[in-house]
Nanobody
Framework: QVQLVESGGGLVQAGGSLRLSCAAS????????MGWFRQAPGKEREFVAW????????DYADSVKGRFTISRDNAKNMVYLQMNSLKPEDTAVYYC????????????????WGQGTQVTVSS
């Protein structure tokens, strides 16, 4: 069992940066792939990024590649999403997720979810 709590969301102007954090509970955190997803009003939840359990493999959605960076600290049970050059279309609720198997872009395959944190980018 893994419990996830996101933080770091807020309001930022276009071109600005935010760093999201996800605190995970559970002794087996380091064995899970970790991911970030987002959901804007009226839209389906979409993949943003994921990182493998050791951090050696990462994947990004094309829309955020080169602007967002996912990282993890297994010693602290933390996952981060550094978001730079933010755009209004990045506005959404951002969710942290954990997967017992390999990471995937399919949100419905992930096992555990946080409650989400709102990110709003003004133009």
């Amino acid at each position: 069992q893994v419990q996830l709590v996101e933080s770091g969301g807020g309001l930022v102007q276009a071109g600005g940066s935010l760093r999201l954090s996800c605190a995970a509970s559970g002794r087996t955190f380091s064995s899970y792939a970790m991911g970030w997803f987002r959901q804007a009003p009226g839209k389906e939840r979409e993949f943003v990024a994921w990182v493998s359990w050791r951090g050696g493999a990462k994947d990004y959605a094309d829309s955020v590649k080169g602007r967002f960076t996912i990282s993890r600290d297994n010693a602290k049970n933390m996952v981060y999403l550094q978001m730079n050059s933010l755009k209004p279309e990045d506005t959404a609720v951002y969710y942290c997720a954990a997967d017992q198997s390999l990471g995937t872009r399919n949100w419905y395959a992930w096992d555990y979810w946080g409650q989400g944190t709102q990110v709003t980018v003004s133009s």
